[in-house]
């Protein structure tokens, strides 16, 4: 099943299906991490870049022939 989408208080909700690979994303100033997971917890993929290094071509590269269905990213306000 897919994903549907509502939106509460002026935040969009998005309700992740079943069997749906998600791809999470934890941005920080130093470095950023991700991982697999899915509705029964973290799957084994995991991958951590500098995020002074992140640019569309280190991205494809370190995603190149995973397969997920959605993206959450969680960030903080970058650092000046």
């Known amino acids: 099943s897919g994903c549907g989408q509502s939106e ?9 299906g079943k069997n749906m690979a998600w791809l999470l994303i934890d941005n920080s100033n130093s470095r950023t ?12 993929w995991s991958a951590v870049l500098p995020t002074s290094g992140l640019t569309p071509s280190s991205l ?5 022939g995973l397969n997920f269905n959605a993206v959450l990213v969680a960030s903080v306000v970058p650092q000046t």
């Open 8 to 16: 509460r208080n002026g935040f969009q909700i998005l309700r992740l």
């Open 33 to 44: 991490k991700f991982r697999l997971g899915n509705e029964d917890g973290l799957l084994d």
């Open 60 to 64: 494809a590269a370190l995603l190149d």
